[in-house]
């Protein structure tokens, strides 16, 4: 195999472990060696580790993407036996026990690098159920891009409803389509309400922003699948009360420029006239999964996750595990698939890395990952949302007041905790939102949308 070589220091070196990904399992994994005699790898195609939580945040104009992200080197800055390397892995060589990356800036070859342990969080992202050309109308929230893209299409929707004197032809610009009633539609669905009602009700001349309808489509029951009943109740209650039409037992059967088509459970299918649209349903795991089972012969879910056995090792590779959104394993207790969460990431992070130093240390090494769950929270907007915690279960302010805790621990970085928090604060006293910016450079969709939004004299928005 031919590409340059990183890490190897000939006999009596450390122990080499190659970390993938910089999430929420790779970053913890990562820190989980700290102090330990080994050398760690961590790879990521971004420089930066994004707490995706609060990406929604961004989309709706209420953070700047640099508020929720921290640069990878200045994570590890002062873990010395990490080092973090910009790049894509492109092969897996269980037999060789190297991963390949795809050659960066500055680089004439792929760039090989060897292991003795592996740890791989590439992450998931959003499955459209085959019909990947939806992604062009209705774009997920996974990346700051995603983020952007999204605050852009929901603001460029709010000026062109400025811009059309018909009312007929308002309405679709100013109805938002999210397809998911997860906690990331729940909390675009609370957020794009909000900003209609109350952030920009004084803002715009030709229409009110109180005729916005914000729609959001599940195919189960209730909002918040895998929540409490009585957390789901809570949910949709608060949604109502912002304005959301909460549209369940509904599936997506086809989406375009101007509209979505969704299926009732008794076959009836309705087309709802709508300009704008954003995918939060299902999700799969990263391409990488492919690759990596593969390379071991492992099987996968329906999902394209991983089957790891209980101790997240492939199935005869003791020395290669499989974290976070990627893996699939099964709860002992209920019997149910761990959820693709923040948390579990996190804890199979440190469990991935305490197994490696047990080896090496040669104390009792863990045999079986045992998710300890603290619980589900999901926020719906300004002082609504939902919690778990044990046996606890409270909405409102007390949930709302419980989810700004929690998601400011678990921020990345002081300056960013510091950051958001005066945010959060001046956004509550003044209802504003500091980030609401249109940018990026003119599209083939933009030209369109000038197209269709003409302005009470005639000209065209951008133009002259």
Same mark, same amino acid.
């Given at each position: 195999?031919?590409?340059?070589?990183v890490?190897?220091?000939?006999?009596?070196?450390r122990?080499?472990?190659?970390i993938?990904?910089?999430?929420f399992?790779g970053l =913890?994994?990562?820190r989980?060696?700290?102090?330990a005699?080994?050398?760690?790898?961590?790879?990521?195609?971004?420089?930066?580790?994004?707490?995706?939580?609060?990406?929604?945040?961004?989309?709706?104009?209420?953070?700047?993407?640099?508020?929720?992200?921290?640069?990878?080197?200045?994570?590890f800055r002062?873990q010395?036996?990490?080092?973090?390397?910009l790049?894509?892995?492109? #092969?897996?060589?269980?037999?060789?026990?190297?991963?390949?990356?795809?050659?960066?800036?500055?680089?004439d070859e792929?760039? !090989?690098?060897? =292991?003795?342990?592996?740890?791989?969080a590439?992450?998931?992202?959003?499955s459209?159920?085959?019909?990947? #050309?939806?992604?062009?109308?209705?774009p997920?929230?996974?990346?700051?891009?995603?983020?952007?893209?999204?605050?852009?299409?929901?603001?460029?929707?709010f000026?062109?409803?400025?811009?059309?004197?018909?009312?007929?032809?308002?309405?679709?610009? +100013?109805?938002?389509?999210?397809?998911?009633?997860?906690p990331?539609? %729940?909390?675009?669905?609370?957020?794009?309400a909000e900003?209609?009602?109350?952030?920009?009700?004084h803002?715009?001349?030709?229409?009110?922003p109180?005729?916005?309808?914000?729609?959001?489509v #599940?195919?189960?029951?209730?909002?918040?699948?895998g929540?409490?009943?009585?957390l789901?109740?809570?949910?949709?209650?608060?949604?109502?009360?912002?304005g %959301?039409?909460? +549209?369940? *037992?509904?599936?997506v059967v086809?989406?375009?420029?101007?509209?979505?088509?969704?299926?009732?459970?008794?076959?009836?299918?309705?087309?709802?006239?709508?300009?704008?649209?954003?995918?939060?349903?299902?999700?799969?795991?990263?391409?990488?999964?492919?690759?990596?089972?593969?390379?071991?012969?492992?099987?996968?879910?329906?999902?394209?996750?991983?089957r %790891?056995?209980?101790?997240?090792?492939?199935?005869?590779?003791?020395?290669?595990?499989?974290?976070?959104d990627?893996a699939?394993?099964?709860?002992?207790?209920?019997g149910?698939?761990?959820?693709?969460?923040?948390p579990?990431?996190?804890?199979?992070?440190?469990?991935?890395?305490?197994?490696?130093?047990?080896?090496?240390?040669?104390?009792?090494?863990?045999?079986?990952?045992? =998710?300890?769950?603290?619980?589900?929270?999901?926020?719906?907007?300004?002082?609504?949302?939902v919690?778990?915690?044990g046996?606890?279960?409270? *909405?409102g302010a007390?949930?709302w007041l419980?989810?700004?805790?929690?998601? +400011? !621990?678990?921020?990345?970085?002081?300056?960013?905790?510091?950051?958001?928090?005066?945010?959060?604060?001046?956004? =509550?006293?003044?209802?504003?939102?500091g980030?609401?910016?249109?940018?990026?450079d003119?599209?083939? #969709?933009?030209?369109?949308?000038?197209?269709?939004?003409?302005?009470?004299s005639?000209?065209?928005? *951008?133009?002259?």
């Open positions: 195999m031919s590409g340059g070589t890490g190897q220091n000939g006999a009596g070196r122990h080499r472990v190659v993938v990904g910089g999430g399992g =913890y994994a990562a989980a060696f700290r102090g005699e080994v050398d760690v790898t961590l790879v990521d195609r971004r420089n930066f580790h994004l707490f995706q939580p609060l990406l929604y945040q961004v989309a709706t104009g209420a953070l700047a993407p640099g508020e929720i992200a921290q640069p990878l080197r200045a994570v002062k010395r036996n990490v080092r973090v390397v790049g894509e892995v492109r #092969e897996v060589d269980l037999v060789g026990g190297r991963v390949r990356l795809a050659r960066g800036a500055g680089q792929d760039l !090989a690098l060897p =292991y003795d342990s592996l740890i791989v590439a992450g998931a992202r959003y459209y159920f085959g019909h990947d #050309e939806w992604q062009r109308q209705a997920p929230l996974k990346t700051i891009e995603d983020a952007l893209e999204l605050r852009r299409r929901i603001l460029l929707a000026e062109a409803a400025e811009a059309e004197p018909d009312a007929s032809l308002r309405a679709p610009w +100013l109805t938002f389509v999210i397809v998911g009633a997860g990331t539609g %729940v909390e675009m669905a609370g957020q794009i900003i209609a009602r109350d952030t920009m009700r803002d715009f001349r030709a229409f009110d109180a005729e916005t309808r914000v729609l959001l #599940e195919a189960a029951d209730h909002p918040l699948p929540f409490p009943p009585k789901q109740a809570m949910a949709a209650k608060q949604l109502t009360e912002l %959301v039409s909460v +549209l369940t *037992g509904r599936t086809d989406l375009d420029e101007a509209s979505v088509a969704v299926r009732l459970a008794d076959g009836h299918e309705e087309r709802i006239a709508a300009r704008t649209a954003m995918w939060a349903a299902g999700v799969a795991a990263a391409p990488l999964a492919g690759i990596l089972a593969a390379a071991a012969g492992a099987e996968r879910d329906r999902g394209g996750r991983i %790891v056995l209980p101790d997240l090792t492939l199935p005869g590779h003791p020395e290669v595990f499989a974290i976070g990627m699939a394993l099964e709860d002992p207790e209920t149910s698939q761990l959820p693709g969460v923040a579990v990431a996190m804890q199979q992070g440190g469990f991935a890395a305490s197994v490696v130093r047990a080896r090496l240390g040669g104390g009792a090494i863990p045999t079986a990952f045992r =998710y300890h769950d603290k619980g589900s929270l999901a926020t719906v907007g300004r002082a609504r949302a919690a778990q915690i046996g606890l279960r409270v *909405g007390v949930a419980i989810w700004l805790v929690v998601h +400011l !621990a678990y921020l990345i970085g002081f300056q960013n905790r510091l950051l958001v928090m005066v945010r959060w604060i001046f956004s =509550y006293l003044t209802r504003g939102r980030a609401r910016l249109i940018t990026g003119w599209t083939a #969709e933009d030209e369109a949308w000038k197209a269709s939004a003409p302005s009470a005639g000209d065209r928005l *951008g133009e002259g």
